[in-house]
């Protein structure tokens, strides 16, 4: 039987969300290593930033699921909710070692900065026709849902730009993964959308193929470094996370960084001024306010022992990115504050660390940093419509994602 920590008891992460300050408090004042339970599943999470630097270059922690016990014993079967989170086909996110480094290599060459450098423009269009949007739904002092016009299409239309999807399937693409996220969705029906997102994604890349284009889908099919080339099973992997990531995390990005910078007015006028840069605002943003609340899962392929805590093998270990970017021995006593002159804000992880760092931060990062200055430069009057504690989170384990953001635009 795995150890746990003496006198603790596994905290049970709420599926709904309910309580999201409250659990990430909890969790920055556990143990670096603390037992969880997920749905009725146990696992280990760290808590700690030196910990998860220390974890996350382990090469005893494995993605791969089969070196999972509750898998391998049949106790965890494809009817749990967060399945397809870690059993996701093959992809970067799925493999370690040199076939990690092969799938990961072809994503790097085809994400250059040549790349994101000219989608800046893209970007910068695509957030000005979206504030128009917004404009129209909030003129007269309506109250509007931010997520829904600004936060929730923009990244999902840029990530769709980069990989060459039609816009025209953004409503399903965005239906699809909310379906998939949500734990309000029956089991059944996520493991439908799962096959029509493979079903999807493979169609894509066969048109891809047969007709290549100016895009990342593209240049991942013909992406060579002298070695094998990506399967299609391997393309359709790597673009189905990269999607997924790609615009969840950029959504949490924005609006958690304007709940934060309109409960904080002074720090947002000193950024509207130009006093302070708002790169620091995204990167407190992604350290206090982590858009990845929990990560899952990593497993041990071997016995681990941590400050005399053992991970046995088999077990399974959650990062919990959230809770990490409050630890007080890397960003002082004042950690649970949102303060963007902090001078270790970007000394958070959120991104990961170590081999299976996201291969999206500096897409994300542009993104944030084009987006939230755009935002208040037009609309400098923004303000919330209801009680920053009214804000509910979505019952998404893995995501800090809300339900809305109503805000109104004039004073």
Same mark, same amino acid.
């Given at each position: 039987m795995t150890q746990v920590c003496p006198h603790t008891q596994p905290l049970v992460i709420d599926p709904m969300v309910a309580d999201l300050a409250g659990e990430t408090a909890y969790l920055a004042a556990a143990q670096p290593l603390t037992p969880i339970e997920l749905l009725g599943v146990p696992a280990w999470t760290v808590t700690r930033h030196a910990l998860a630097r220390q974890l996350l270059v382990d090469t005893r922690l494995v993605k791969d699921i089969n070196a999972w016990k509750l898998w391998q014993s049949g106790v965890v079967t494809r009817q749990w909710p967060l399945i397809g989170m870690i059993d996701a086909g093959r992809s970067m996110f799925t493999v370690d070692g +040199?076939?990690?480094r092969r799938l990961r290599i072809k994503t790097t060459q085809a994400l250059t900065k040549r790349r994101l450098d000219a989608l800046r423009p893209t970007i910068e269009a695509l957030t000005a026709e979206l504030l128009d949007d917004l404009a129209a739904a909030g003129r007269g002092g309506e109250v509007v849902d931010l997520k829904s016009v600004f936060a929730y299409p923009l990244p999902m239309r840029v990530i769709s730009e980069l990989m &060459? #999807? *039609?816009r025209a399937d953004h409503p399903m693409l965005l239906a699809w993964y909310k379906a998939f996220f949500s734990l309000l969705t029956p089991q059944d029906e996520r493991l439908r959308v799962i096959d029509e997102l493979d079903t $999807?994604? @493979? *169609?894509? #890349?066969? /048109?891809? @193929?047969? /007709?290549p284009t100016d895009d990342l889908t593209s240049a991942l099919i013909q992406a060579s470094d002298g070695g094998e080339p990506l399967t299609e099973e391997e393309v359709v992997g790597n673009l189905k996370a990269l999607i997924a990531a790609g615009h969840e995390t950029t959504i949490g990005l924005i609006l958690n960084a304007v709940r934060a910078l309109v409960s904080n007015p002074d720090q947002l006028a000193s950024l509207v001024s130009g006093d302070a840069d708002w790169d620091a605002a995204v990167e407190e943003t992604l350290r206090w306010d982590s +858009? #990845? /609340?929990h990560l899952l899962m990593r497993f041990a392929s071997e016995d681990? @022992?941590? *400050?005399g805590i053992t991970i046995e093998k088999g077990d399974g270990v959650v990062m919990s990115y959230r809770a990490i970017g409050r630890d007080a021995t890397i960003h002082g006593p004042d950690a649970n504050d949102f303060d963007i002159t902090r001078p270790t804000a970007n000394r958070h992880i959120t991104f990961? $660390? &170590?081999p299976h760092i996201c291969p999206g931060a500096a897409l994300a990062r542009l993104e944030g940093g084009i987006a939230l200055p755009a935002l208040f430069s037009r609309f400098p009057d923004l303000k919330l419509a209801v009680p920053v504690e009214n804000i509910r989170n979505l019952p998404v384990l893995t995501q800090n994602d809300l339900e809305s953001f109503p805000i109104q635009l004039e004073s």
């Open positions: +040199p076939e990690h &060459g #999807v *039609d $999807y994604f @493979t *169609d894509l #890349v066969r /048109t891809k @193929t047969a /007709t +858009p #990845v /609340t681990i @022992t941590v *400050d990961g $660390y &170590g």
